[in-house]
Nanobody, 128 residues
């Protein structure tokens, strides 16, 4: 059984930075794309960013553009989320997810239903 293991969450002051990691391990599976989503208390899970594994194309939610950067290490099957200029409204549990099969349009990677495996989540708290 494949699994995704996240790390790097924590408490940071507004304006600070954090780097999240998500490693795919266990059963070897192909990766088409990996994404990050987040869920704040009382809110629905929302798309943050994703990356097409082969082409490296990246997509971001408007709320994080210019502040967050997604990157990958293909050899390690690991995706990273560098978060800069953090705001209190970024406080949430952050989840990584992977899609293992090809899809015709990367546009739809912003929907959580497109992903096959999910990590357990890591808490990010930004204090004001």
């Amino acid at each position: 059984q494949g699994q995704l293991v996240e790390s790097g969450g924590g408490l940071v002051q507004a304006g600070g930075s954090l780097r999240l990691s998500c490693a795919a391990s266990g059963r070897t599976f192909s990766i088409y794309a990996m994404g990050w989503f987040r869920q704040a208390p009382g809110k629905e899970r929302e798309f943050v960013t994703c990356i097409n594994w082969s082409g490296g194309n990246t997509y971001y939610a408007d709320s994080v553009k210019g502040r967050f950067t997604i990157s990958r290490d293909n050899a390690k099957n690991t995706v990273y989320l560098q978060m800069n200029s953090l705001k209190p409204e970024d406080t949430a549990v952050y989840y990584c997810a992977t899609r293992t099969t090809h899809y015709g349009s990367d546009y739809y990677l912003r929907y959580d239903s497109m992903y096959d495996y999910w990590g357990q989540g890591t808490q990010v708290t930004v204090s004001s």
